[in-house]
């Protein structure tokens, strides 16, 4: 579990600094992509969706006062950026 807790971490890393246009994020997301492909893992992108959700409402419970309408908008933006590369190589 406790590797599983450092790939996650580097992966939400990933996706905000890909919503940011940095170009080492681009390149980490890219084999995220083809990791989460049909030829390797085969996670379906319909699993995304609930893999979004998941986390707003962690990040909801555990930041509550915390996040603003605005912030949760951002971070609604920034996972969804992400995913849209995702699933691109699908």
Sequence with gaps: MDKQKVIL????TTLILF???ME???INLKKVA????REKFDIS????PYWKNSLLATI????GDKLT???EQKWEKCLDH???FLKSFY
Excluded at 9 to 12: D, K, Q, S, T, V
Excluded at 45 to 48: A, F, G, K, S, V
């Design 9 to 12: 971490r580097g992966g939400i």
């Design 19 to 21: 919503s940011k246009g």
């Design 24 to 26: 080492i994020s681009k």
């Design 82 to 84: 992400g995913l849209k």
């Design 34 to 37: 083809i990791s989460h492909s």
């Design 45 to 48: 992108p319909r699993l995304y």
């Design 60 to 63: 909801k419970a555990t930041e």
């Design 69 to 71: 309408s605005d912030l």
